[in-house]
């Protein structure tokens, strides 16, 4: 599978990476930092070493962004939203789980990083009230044992203590965390919530801080408890599945980025060491599936594809910076650094107003206006405001939850190691003071623009000369930097490492660095292309028309709409996308207090572009997005203008994935589409649309499943005979089509071990037309499945199909099961014809086995088939052409080994023996001794788009002979007179 071999790939990067790490940075056994919260034994050193909140402190155009919180939507939040100032935390009558404590996690830091007396005041009632409210036993807050929310309660409490030094609340977690280990082995964190299992490593984080605070071994005991009831993210990120709860939710993703860095403390394990980068890596499988220009992945909630359109959530943008923060102090990767500038400078500011006094449920890639219309997205029903900035922009947890994310980001900019030294984690305008060598207290400033400007000066302060080192990132995207010390240039400076200064510093010291940047072009869906420069992502300038739709506390914030007012539908006409920074011109204008607002932008590259007149139009069934970027390169002919991209971050209106265009079709990089289909009984592989670069060839096979022979091929509406294999040589840029048809042998033949059906619908026993009350069962005796919302039966080519729309949740259900049946050993042959829709979700569901434990789909934007197994998921490389009848069929082994076959070729494959196990009906509640076809419930977004036919549910692994003979009979049935 492609996924794997990406995987494998990354294995031996990794390989290699830590290898240079080991001998030329800071992963090594190394004594404690004598000043800071170091790794206890048995836990493995970390890299680095937090350094208390308040250490480090912003300045210039990074402070403004806190200033802008503090008078914008953070210093308002109580006013603007009852659930947090009437919250049940505080002693009020409104939210008690997650919401009130998002707002204080981030409440705190900026207040303290501002030193902001008021902000300080507001703040210290979430101490108070809740320090109050613990109970005998341990427990606190409003609700018993609300494992979730406490969990982001702790992360502010460590916070409060680090910079107040409040002598409650060390014995405050310390009696929490003895009610848990009492508490859940008896009442999980999946009993409280999937929520607390999926982000178990926060709660991790905290009982191993105080664990390095005061030695209690039982907080290790707590740690392995923890450990065992969260979610086992490390396989997860490692190979894309395991035995988790809702890992594709992109928040769950971003939150459990941290659990397996923070877990190769305790358990040493290099699987847990290398799962942060295994995902998220240049050649990361998270990247590789879900990855943005941004450093950000497409999730809207559920992790959904590449496209230009698809959303990110706020949620996760400011997890992924912490998340990631964390990685990063535990394995010292520069390479992590690099992806936390990349979100922080693009993704975080982008999905909010520039004034901070308006944020967005999701962010676009390409997003050219911001209405309240469909997106298609899991928040963007009626007056839901998903994308246009508001304070009540989509579901409410984003507009609680970003507060932390600037002020964390700073917090994090600096980190101690354990020589006792000093490293930069990331580069902006700012300064640490912090403990070194055998414990002077100095101060470093940086002085610098950055990442607006290539160059940056810091500054030492020193009471005293003292010697320690000084660890400095060195981005891997900069191939020239340089590093100077009071003027005299260092050697051995290279990119994607960290370069150490060793030395006597004095008071007055000074180090100048500058990591010269150069225009990069990138190649994202559709072949579009997307322009960077140093840490910054570049988008095209398109002119404003705002609209207020409402307005709170006295017109202050507003809820808006924008349109465009300019063009947007342009192509980069680019010479070299290798070379691209010969044809872009850089302007640098006056750095302003706000760089990021798209009118006072202090950089801009101007570029050649042409129009598209193809595109530049929005969808029609989901009015909110744009139409893709054409697929290229292609050709325009329309006049060259010069456009001017500005950084993501300061936009309000975007284009980032432009089409690439040349002046006729002799343009290099010129490609030609060629589609491929089947009909009945048999494959053609590969299928769907494919793409070839001009001069090149394309081979196609043909298949017949068994009892079918091929009838003929179809190369652009010639006949070219009943050939098992043809060959496109020397592509020019025509399109091309390629068909194959197939004869049935035999037109009877019957199904196997029919003993062994859990299920068996025969399409023949539908209405000739309308809604289906009710599918009769062959099997079991007297069953039948009933309707979910309203799906219909009609006639195709003389044979009975069910019509299940996504759009009206159709689908059927069949609820007999009251006994333990294992998922392992169970085989599903069905025929379907997807019908493409271009709404994208994490999953489809044709066949449900007990919600969500075994599933077959089939991907309803792009026809790939999709399983999921206890929540893991794998998809196939190859996709269904859209609205060709297809048999599928998945064996499942008794080891849970599985294959997928369509129209008897095999299209899918997963060794994992570890995810199948005997199932209980009735775990997940109502839906646990279910079976539902069309569609999961209770989850309406996950149903199928397309006709259904027969369904054969069997409790056994068919051998590859049984499966040919059901598909067989099925083909048979198909194609009959």
Known sequence: MTNMKIVNNTRRNLALLWTVLLTTCCLHEASANDHYNFSRKPLKDTAFVRLPLGCVKADGWLKQQLILQKDGLTGHAEELYGDIGDAGWIGGNNDSWERGPYYAKGLIPLAYILDDAGLIQKSQKWINVVLKSQKANGDFGPRERNWWPNMIVLYYMRDCYEVTNDARIIPFMAKYFQFQLESLSSRDLNSESGWAKARGGDNIDIVLWLYNHNGDANLLKLADLLNSQTNDWTTYYTIGKGNNWRPDHIVNVMQGLKRPPLWYLRSGKAADRDAFLQATGKDGWLMKSYGRIDGMVNGSEPLSDLSSTEGTELCAIVERILSSSIALRVLGHPVIGDQIERVAYNAL???????????????????????????????????????????????????????????????????????????????????????????????????????????????????????????????GWCTKPVVKVNGSAMGDVKPGTYHTIDRQW???????????????????????????????????????????????????????????????????????????????????????????????????????????????????????????????????????????????????????????????????????????????????????????????????????????????????????????????????????????????????????????????????????????????????????????????????????????????????????????????????????????????????????????????GVLRESGQVIIRRNGSRIVSDAAIPNGQTTILSLIVQPDGKCKVYANGAEILSDDSTSDMTALVPGVQGAYGSSITIGRNLPDRWSTYNGKIGDVFLYKTALSDAERKQVESHLIGKLMAD
């Open 349 to 475: 500011p982008a999905i909010l107003k520039y004034d901070i006094k308006g944020m967005r449920y999701y962010s676009l890639v390409n997003q050219p206006k911001n209405t309240n219309e469909e997106l298609g997205f899991r928040h963007n029903g009626k007056e839901q405001n998903a994308i246009c900035p508001s304070p009540h922009s989509g579901y409410g947890c984003c507009r609680s939850n970003f507060h932390f994310g600037w002020p964390k980001f700073v917090q994090h900019m600096w980190m101690a190691t354990a020589d006792n030294g000093l490293a930069v984690a990331a580069y902006g305008p700012g300064r640490v003071t912090a403990k070194v060598a055998e414990g002077t207290e100095v101060t470093i400033t940086q002085v610098t623009d950055y990442p607006f400007r290539d160059t940056i000066a810091l500054k030492v302060s020193t009471p005293s000369t003292v010697r320690f080192p000084l660890k400095l990132r060195i981005p």
């Open 506 to 856: 004095r008071n007055g010291d000074s180090v100048s660095i500058t990591f010269p940047m150069k225009a990069k072009a990138s190649v994202w869906i559709n072949n579009s292309v997307g322009i960077e420069r140093g840490p910054l992502v570049y988008s095209l300038l398109i002119k404003e028309s705002w609209k207020t739709v409402s307005s709170m506390l006295g017109g202050r914030f507003k809820t808006e709409e924008i349109m465009p007012a300019s063009p947007w539908n342009y192509g980069l006409a680019i010479t070299d996308l290798d070379k691209p920074d010969s044809d872009i011109s850089v302007v640098e204008s006056a750095m302003p207090v706000q760089p990021f607002k798209a009118s006072d932008a202090p950089i801009k590259l101007i570029v050649d572009a042409r129009r598209v007149p193809s595109w530049g139009n929005f969808r029609k069934d989901l009015p909110g997005r744009a139409e893709e970027p054409p697929l290229g390169p292609m050709v325009s002919t329309e006049p060259i203008e010069k456009v001017t991209l500005i950084p993501f971050g300061s936009t309000e209106l975007r284009i980032t994935y432009f089409p690439y265009v040349g002046k006729d079709r002799s343009f290099s990089l010129f490609k030609s589409p060629i589609t491929a289909d089947a009909g009945y009984g048999g494959s053609i592989s590969p299928c769907g649309r494919q793409v070839v670069a001009v001069g090149g060839s394309q081979t196609f096979t043909i298949t017949p499943i068994a009892g079918c022979t091929i009838k003929k091929v179809m190369v652009d509406g010639k006949n070219v005979g009943a050939v098992s294999e043809y060959t496109f040589g020397k592509m020019t840029s025509a399109p091309h089509i390629i068909t194959a048809s197939f004869n049935v042998k035999s037109k009877k033949s019957s199904v196997p071990r029919k003993g062994d059906l859990l299920l068996a619908l025969n399409s023949a026993a539908l209405p000739d037309s309308g809604v289906i009350e009710s599918w009769a069962t062959v099997v079991p005796a007297g069953g039948a499945v009933k309707r979910i919302a309203g799906p219909k039966a009609e006639i195709i080519d003389g044979k009975k199909f069910v019509n299940n729309g996504y759009s009206a949740g159709d689908g059927f259900l069949f609820k007999q099961y009251t006994k333990p049946i294992a998922c392992n050993g169970v085989s599903a042959i069905v025929v379907v014809k997807p019908i493409r829709v271009d709404v994208p979700v994490a999953w489809t569901s044709v066949i449900d086995v007990f919600y969500d434990r075994l599933v077959l």
